[in-house]
């Protein structure tokens, strides 16, 4: 039986092309199908072929019939057609990893050979090669530069457009960097362990986005592991924070509640804990309260996350930079969503309202959930227009990120619209949901 012909990397036209990039940022695979045909050359029996699909799945593929969802398949299509894994918002993928050098003799390729991997500019080369530590497993310095960037960049991504989305690249930089650890030494390897520790409580986030709580849980507890070992409690109490959080999500705010408290021990013993720091984390404790409607500790909660606030004016630069998020706006509008969840609807809704007021346009899925908060507190007061434009503006910018914590939220309003049915405002955000959302 004749063997198939090697699939070599796709012309460096079509991976420049915006209508490229655009169609890889959303995962169009029916636009690119059509492209890698239009533009390579390389027709659906071909793609089907490279892809481990039948030609019949392809062909409806490319007539938007069906689609890809499952990230087996489309790390498949990625690793068949020779797509760079960022494209997709995956890791790296194996054929981009530069291969250790074989000690075996083998026969010489003639030079004129066509390489079977994507030639990266001369200008990227080196960046590839220090973000993803030589092949030899060497770590240097600036190593750890590109991998925290990358870190910064992902946090970036999940503030601009949700998380969800993020788990495959992270889960793979993650694997990566505790991989790298495992054989550096010295002061390298607590470095790269600190990383994997973002890392895992990235991924947990990520996956908390999504909602998948059991696995979120598992990569925040690595963190945590990670931290512990090196006895690093600021840290921990950050990773305490975000599960504390997630306990508030599942239904659990008894253990939301000893998770804040936890986190609030760990930052106290890192030498007094950052007053921001401790704001931030008496704030997660007021969630936990407010969810169990214990109004005298979620205000007691919140007046000790002020008065810590108040602490940590002028010094916000000397607080780690995973907490310097919590700025006034961030205590303002979070008093707010405490409040609501306590039912106290007249004095939260005001200060929600300032807080989306003031947040920045970049800062997509915060900008929803406050939304959400503060079409909540005015549904609660019988507001129905304001909380149907309230509703609007936080389905238009959850129709913009891949959130499905967010958009559980936005489907919770609806149902929590349903006894007014019939009234226009309900029957026009309804119809605004039919035509985002489909």
């Known amino acids: 039986m004749a063997r198939p ?32 045909k239009l533009k390579a050359g390389i027709y659906p029996s071909r793609i089907a072929a490279l892809c481990g699909m039948t030609p019949s799945r392809v062909g ?13 398949v489309i ?21 981009e990893i530069p291969s250790p050098a074989r000690t075996q003799e083998r026969q010489p390729e003639p030079v004129t050979a066509v390489p079977s991997e994507p030639e990266l500019p001369p200008d990227e080369s080196g960046g590839l090669d220090d973000l993803l530590a030589l092949a030899d497993g ?11 960037s990358s ?43 600190s990383l994997a520790a973002e890392l895992a409580r990235l991924a947990g986030w990520a996956y908390f986005d999504a909602c998948q709580y059991s696995t979120a849980r598992t990569y925040f507890a690595q963190a945590l592991k990670l931290s512990h070992s090196q006895g690093d409690r600021l840290f921990m109490a950050n990773i305490l924070s975000c599960m504390s959080l997630q306990a508030t999500y599942d239904g659990h705010p008894n253990d939301a509640v000893a998770l804040a408290c936890k986190a609030q021990d760990a930052a106290r013993a890192a030498a007094g804990g950052h007053p921001l720091v401790m704001s931030m984390l008496h704030m997660r404790e ?76 970049g800062q997509q899925r ?33 129709a913009a990120i891949d959130s499905p914590r967010m958009a559980g939220h936005v489907d919770e309003l609806r149902r929590r619209m349903m006894p007014y049915a019939r009234e226009a405002p309900v029957i026009a955000f309804e119809q605004q949901m039919r035509e985002v959302l489909g």
Request: net charge neutral; aromatic share 6%.
């Open 75 to 95: 790390e498949r299509v990625a690793d068949g057609l020779r797509i760079p894994g960022a494209m997709l918002g995956l890791a790296h993928r194996p054929w």
């Open 151 to 193: 870190v910064e960049d992902y946090w970036r991504r999940d503030d601009e457009h949700g998380g969800a989305a993020l788990r495959p690249a992270v889960v793979g930089h993650l694997r990566y960097v505790s991989q790298l650890f495992e054989g550096a030494g010295g002061g390298l390897r607590q470095d790269l362990q």
């Open 138 to 148: 060497q770590v240097t310095r600036s190593t750890l530069t590109a991998l925290r």
């Open 366 to 398: 915060g900008r929803a959930l406050h939304a959400f908060w503060l079409a909540s507190t005015q549904l609660q007061q019988g507001k129905l227009d304001q909380a149907c434009q309230s509703a609007g503006l936080a389905l238009d910018l959850t």
């Open 286 to 361: 007021a969630f936990a309260h407010a969810t169990l409607r214990d109004s005298r500790a979620c205000h007691e909660a919140v007046g000790r996350s002020r008065d810590q606030y108040e602490r940590a004016r002028g010094n916000e630069q000397e607080a780690p930079l995973w907490v310097r998020y919590f700025d006034e706006t961030k205590l303002v509008v979070d008093t707010g969503i405490a409040l609501a969840g306590l039912g106290e609807a007249a004095r939260a809704e005001p200060l929600i309202a300032e807080g989306l007021r003031r947040e920045k346009a």
């Open 60 to 72: 409806e593929i490319m007539a938007g019939r069906r689609s890809l969802a499952h990230i087996d």
């Open 5 to 36: 012909q090697p699939h070599h990397a796709l012309p460096p036209t079509l991976l420049d092309s915006p209508e490229w990039w655009e169609a890889c940022r959303h995962r169009d695979f029916a636009r690119i199908f059509r492209l890698v």
